[in-house]
């Protein structure tokens, strides 16, 4: 199993970004996707996450509003798109797939991350 994510970078405070994330080796559409955070210093935070058929999707509260995760199977694809992003975004941001977990107890498979900053 691989997870990629792909789309981080610098960014000024108050831009958009928008991360993928590539899954492979496993059956996506049967995985709970979602992206957690670490900042330096700090311990890995959920994010969030979007169950197999993309219908229900759930956040974290300092993320509420701003972000939103989506899906495509066909593409074996995970999305976070992130506006108004603020200083304390930034972190390295992962993805994970779990089968049978969603939310921040979710976290079976882990991609390798990727970095968000945002300057203010």
């Known amino acids: 199993v691989q997870l990629v994510e792909f789309g981080g970078g610098l960014v000024q405070a108050g831009d958009s970004l928008r991360l993928s994330c590539a899954a492979s080796?496993?059956?996506?559409?049967?995985?709970?996707m979602g992206w957690f955070r670490q900042a330096p210093g700090k311990e890995r935070e959920y994010v969030a996450a979007i169950k197999r058929n993309g219908a229900t999707t759930d956040y974290a509260d300092s993320v509420k509003g701003r972000f939103t995760i989506s899906r495509e199977n066909a593409k074996n694809t995970v999305y976070l798109q992130m506006d108004s992003l603020k200083p304390e975004d930034t972190a390295v941001y992962y993805c994970t797939a779990d089968r049978l977990r969603v939310g921040a107890t979710m976290g079976g498979y882990w991609g390798q991350g990727t970095q968000v900053t945002v300057s203010s």
């Open positions: 080796g496993l059956i996506f559409s049967s995985y709970n």
